[in-house]
C-alpha cells in the first residue's frame, strides 16, 4: 500500500493532531488502528512498525513527538516502512491483549502481517531507524564480488560474517538459518560461487581494526549450526571487546576490564591508545583472560560499587575471576604493571577485593550466617552437602520463610547437612550463586560446588526435606531417598 504522500488516519486521538500539525514539515503518514480494522491493515503492507501507546503514559508522549521524525526517514528506505499505532486503552485493546503488551510505549516490527520484532533500545530516532533499516532488510545480503567489502563493513554498525558458499550446499543453508536467528545483532554477507573453496569469516567492526590483532577470524570447524554459531560469539568482539551497559553479560569470565573515556566519536586516537596497550597483554594472556574496555562514566555506578577512583585519565583495571573474586589494579596503568597484575593473579599471590561484611562473633547452632570474607571457607570448603539462603533485610519473603528455614535446620541436625544464610546486598558471592531474586535457595553437593541447584519448590519443611532427600549426595540417616522419615527400629 502506498502512503507517501497521503496523510491517512483513523481514529487519531486529539494529541497526535496536535503533535504532527506542530511538527508538520512533510506529509505524514502515521496510521492509528484500532482492533476491528488491525488485522485487515497489517496485512496490506510488507513490513511495518507498529506503536503501541495509552493516552496516559508520558512516555509515549515523547515517542509521540518524534514519530513524524522517523517516518519521514523511514519514506527514504528503498521499500518505505509504514508506522501504524493502537491505543491500548480504548478502540485498541484487544489487539494489545492479542499481542500480550504489558506496558507502554511498545515497538513492534510485523513482516507480511506477522509480529517480527521487537525494540528494546532507547527510543531515539537514530535508534528506532536503524532498528527497522535492519527489520526491513534481507537477513544476509548476496555481493558480487569483496572488491567493496571494506567499504561496506566501515558502512555497517553491527559485526560482520562474511562468506564464500557454495550455491545449494548444507553451508549455505546453515549459513542463512544463522543469519536468520542472529541478523539483529550480526550483518550477513554471502557470495554465491559455483566451484571453489567456501569459507565463512568474522569481521571485528572496522573502528577495532588495527596492527595488532588480524581483521577478522575465520572459521575452520565442521558444518554444523552449534559449532559455527559458538564461533561468532567467540570472535565477535576480538582480542579486546568494547564492553557496554546493553552487552555486558555477553562477556564470559575470567574477564579483565579496563576503565577509562572511550569516545570513538570525537577522540578515537587517545581511545584507541589505551586498547592498544591493553590489546598487547591480551595478545599475552588470551587463553586465560578474556578482556573488555568500558566507559568509566557509564560504568561509574560499578566503580563505585568496587569503591574505586574512576578520576583517573588513565584505564582502571578490575578483573573479575569465575568465582567472583575481585582484583583491582592499585598500581598506576602501564603496560608493564597490567602484566605483573595478570601474572599475580594467575599465580595466586594477590589478596582479592571482597565486599563483605564483620563476621558475626557468634553463629546459631543450627544456621550458619556466612559474609563474603567467610563464603569460602563455609560453604565451598565444607565437607558436608549446604543449603544456602541468600536474602536482604527489606525482603519480606525472606523474614517470611526465615522460621521454617531455622526449623528444618534444627530437624535435620543430625544428618550431614550445612545450613547457611548471607545477606546478598551486602556480600559477594561466587558467580554460581548468583541471587535470582530475594531469597534465592541454592542447594550444594559437596563435590560440585561451582554447579549448585537452584530450589524451585514451596517453602514448605516437607517439600525442603523431600528436595534434599533427593539431591543430597548419599542417602540421610533419617529420611529415605523420596523424603520419607525411616522407620525406627527398635530391638526386643
Not at 40 to 67: D, N, S
Not at 91 to 98: N, R
Not at 437 to 457: F, Q, V
Request: glycine share 4%; proline share 4%; hydrophobic share 35%.
Amino acid at each position: 500500500m502506498k502512503t507517501s504522500k497521503v496523510l491517512k488516519m483513523i481514529r487519531v486521538p486529539v494529541y497526535l493532531v496536535l503533535y504532527f500539525a506542530m511538527m508538520h514539515t512533510f506529509e505524514a503518514v502515521i496510521i492509528e488502528l484500532n482492533s476491528d480494522n488491525f488485522d485487515t491493515e497489517i496485512y496490506k503492507v510488507r513490513i511495518a512498525l507498529v506503536v503501541f501507546h495509552a493516552p496516559w503514559c508520558g512516555q509515549c508522549k515523547k515517542l509521540m513527538k518524534i514519530l513524524p521524525d522517523i517516518d519521514k526517514k523511514l519514506q527514504e528506505f528503498p521499500e518505505p516502512v509504514a508506522i501504524y499505532t493502537v491505543d491500548c486503552e480504548n478502540e485498541g485493546k484487544a489487539t494489545c491483549d492479542q499481542y500480550h503488551i504489558g506496558g507502554f510505549p511498545i515497538l513492534k516490527s510485523f513482516l507480511n502481517g506477522k509480529e517480527y520484532g521487537r525494540f528494546e533500545d532507547s527510543r531515539e530516532v537514530s535508534n528506532i531507524v536503524d532498528f527497522m533499516r535492519i527489520e526491513s532488510s534481507p537477513v544476509a545480503t548476496k555481493i558480487q564480488d569483496f572488491i567493496e567489502l571494506e567499504s561496506l563493513l566501515k558502512g555497517e554498525k553491527r559485526v560482520c560474517v562474511v562468506a564464500n558458499l557454495l550455491e545449494g550446499s548444507n553451508m549455505e543453508t546453515i549459513f542463512l538459518e544463522l543469519a536468520d536467528k542472529m541478523r539483529r545483532k550480526i550483518c550477513f554477507l554471502y557470495r554465491p560461487i559455483e566451484e571453489g573453496d567456501p569459507w565463512i569469516k568474522v569481521y571485528r567492526h572496522p573502528k577495532l581494526w588495527n596492527k595488532l590483532e588480524d581483521n577478522f577470524s575465520e572459521y575452520t570447524g565442521n558444518e554444523s549450526v552449534s559449532s559455527i554459531e559458538n564461533f561468532i560469539l567467540k570472535n565477535y568482539h576480538g582480542l579486546v571487546g568494547i564492553r557496554t551497559y546493553a552487552n555486558r553479560n555477553e562477556f564470559n569470565f575470567p574477564l579483565v576490564t579496563a576503565y577509562y573515556d572511550i569516545d570513538y566519536e570525537n577522540n578515537p586516537k587517545l581511545t584507541n591508545y589505551w586498547r592498544n596497550r591493553i590489546l598487547k597483554i591480551a595478545a599475552k594472556y588470551k587463553n586465560k583472560f578474556n578482556f573488555a574496555i568500558s566507559s568509566k562514566n557509564d560504568f561509574n555506578d560499578e566503580l563505585r560499587e568496587l569503591g574505586v577512583d574512576y578520576s583517573s585519565d588513565k584505564p582502571i583495571v578490575v578483573v573479575v575471576l569465575e568465582t567472583n573474586e575481585k582484583y583491582i589494579l592499585s598500581d598506576n596503568f602501564s603496560v608493564d604493571t597490567f602484566d605483573v597484575f595478570l601474572r599475580n593473579i594467575e599465580r595466586k599471590t594477590l589478596n582479592p577485593y571482597l565486599k563483605s561484611q564483620k563476621p558475626p562473633e557468634k553463629n546459631d547452632s543450627y544456621v550458619v550466617t556466612a559474609v563474603g570474607s567467610t563464603f569460602y571457607d563455609i560453604v565451598m570448603r565444607s565437607p558436608n552437602d549446604t543449603m544456602v539462603k541468600i536474602h536482604a533485610e527489606w525482603c519480606g519473603h525472606c523474614k517470611k520463610v526465615q522460621p521454617t528455614y531455622k526449623k528444618l535446620a534444627k530437624l535435620m541436625r543430625d544428618e550431614a547437612i550445612t545450613f547457611v544464610e548471607i545477606d546478598g546486598t551486602e556480600n559477594d558471592v561466587p558467580v554460581a550463586y548468583t541471587p535470582t531474586g530475594y531469597p534465592t535457595i541454592y542447594w550444594s553437593t559437596k563435590n560440585y560446588r561451582m554447579n549448585p541447584i537452584l530450589y524451585k519448590g514451596d517453602r514448605t519443611i516437607e517439600d525442603f526435606i523431600r528436595f534434599i532427600a533427593k539431591h543430597s549426595s548419599s542417602e540421610l540417616k533419617n529420611y529415605d531417598r523420596d523424603g520419607n522419615l525411616r522407620s525406627v527400629k527398635t530391638e526386643l
